[in-house]
Nanobody, 126 residues
Framework: QMPLVESGGGSVESGGSLRLSCAASEFPWSRYCMGWFRQVPGEEREGVAVIDNVGNPKYSDSVKGRFTITLDNSKRTVYLQMDNLQPEDTAMYYC????????????????????WGQGTQVTVSS
């Protein structure tokens, strides 16, 4: 069983919305950073949002104001609500986990995280 399981990807038109989920039932649910990344073939994996165990979010400039990261402690699940989606948001989206007391400025770097999900595809058409 994968330690991180993403779901919720799909295809939408420009301006539409999707909500991604990342279930992390295998991890102790304390002191962590849970991040969302995206990757287009041939490009680097980009950090878009992160949340710590007390619910403090951080966002990349590319999604700030359109994406919202939240957590449900009872379900050990982190969500990424994506609104006003644009074609440039098309990518494979991954969630990632690291045990940490907080999420430093390195949160957007791939190497910061120890565990990754399998990814879920998001496609936005114009």
């Amino acid at each position: 069983q994968m330690p991180l399981v993403e779901s919720g990807g799909g295809s939408v038109e420009s301006g539409g919305s999707l909500r991604l989920s990342c279930a992390a039932s295998e991890f102790p649910w304390s002191r962590y950073c849970m991040g969302w990344f995206r990757q287009v073939p041939g490009e680097e994996r980009e950090g878009v949002a992160v949340i710590d165990n007390v619910g403090n979010p951080k966002y990349s400039d590319s999604v700030k104001g359109r994406f919202t990261i939240t957590l449900d402690n009872s379900k050990r699940t982190v969500y990424l609500q994506m609104d006003n989606l644009q074609p440039e948001d098309t990518a494979m989206y991954y969630c990632a986990h690291r045990s940490a007391n907080d999420c430093p400025t390195t949160w957007s770097r791939r190497a910061f995280y120890a565990f990754w999900g399998q990814g879920t595809q998001v496609t936005v058409s114009s």
